[in-house]
């Protein structure tokens, strides 16, 4: 079975700095991955996904990710962070199912942005 | 084009009632997935549907809870005889099947808070 771990519960940088938020997977084949981002009270926003390809994917609002299967991670970066950002993060890896894949999240990294 | 929508968006029952979630997908999406989130926790998969059919209910409770979709209408999470762990957070998300892409990305809704007295 796959499972995913977001080291970090919590990572506070301040506005204008770099950001990664850490994710390792474990699963058998070749993942598929995601990272999703939620805001407080609302559902979760697509940023970015891996499928096969190039292992640097470009996401929305200026997020990046890259895949590296010899240390199965799949680390989330931004230059440059806005206080915006602030929001949780979801790392998830999907595993094939009839036609579909479902996704296995991990825990969550709490962004924090100071001014 | 409107996205996923879920009603209500919060929902309070007491100890043994029924809770009702509904969750209308994207249009042209025939392929729906239930999860639930509890408090400082990522979501859980809890069923995969597609039209009049469930594809995969691996991470449903095996009691009191069921999930339909129908040919015509929004889909169904159904909590019977609610209990207090039950609440949480419960979102949907839709896809279309693509031959030609063979992956799909899933949309998620806002999600329903279910809180139980």
């Known amino acids: 079975a796959q499972s995913v771990t977001q080291p970090d519960i919590h990572i506070t940088v301040s506005e204008g700095a770099s950001l990664e938020l850490r994710c390792n997977y474990s699963?058998?084949?070749?993942?598929?991955l995601f990272w999703y981002v939620q805001s407080p009270g609302q559902g979760l926003q697509l940023l970015l996904k891996?499928?096969?390809?190039?292992?640097l994917v470009q996401g929305i609002k200026g997020f990046e990710a890259e895949f590296k299967r010899s240390q199965s991670s799949f680390n989330l970066r931004k230059p440059s962070v806005h206080w915006s950002d602030a929001a949780e993060y979801f790392c998830?890896?999907?595993?094939?199912?009839?036609?579909?894949?479902?996704?296995?999240f991990g825990r969550g990294t709490s962004l924090i942005v100071h001014p | 084009n409107a996205g996923v929508m879920q009603n209500p968006r919060h929902l309070v029952r007491r100890r043994g009632q029924e809770a009702r979630l509904r969750c209308s997908p994207m249009?042209?999406?025939?392929?729906v997935y239930w999860y639930r989130q509890l408090p400082e926790e990522g979501l859980k998969f809890m069923v995969y549907?597609?039209?009049?059919?469930?594809?995969?209910e691996s991470g449903m409770p095996k009691e009191r809870f069921s999930a339909e979709f129908p040919k015509e209408g929004p889909s169904i999470l159904r909590i019977q005889q609610v209990v207090r762990g039950d609440s949480a957070a419960y979102f949907c998300?839709?896809?279309?099947?693509?031959?030609?892409?063979?992956?799909?990305?899933?949309?998620f809704g806002p999600g329903t808070r279910l809180l139980v007295l």
């Open positions: 249009k042209g999406h025939s392929h």
């Open positions: 998830a890896v999907g595993a094939r199912t009839g036609g579909s894949y479902i996704p296995t």
């Open positions: 998300a839709s896809s279309r099947f693509d031959p030609g892409v063979g992956e799909e990305t899933q949309y």
């Open positions: 549907l597609q039209k009049e059919n469930i594809i995969d």
């Open positions: 699963y058998g084949a070749t993942p598929y």
């Open positions: 891996y499928f096969s390809g190039d292992t």
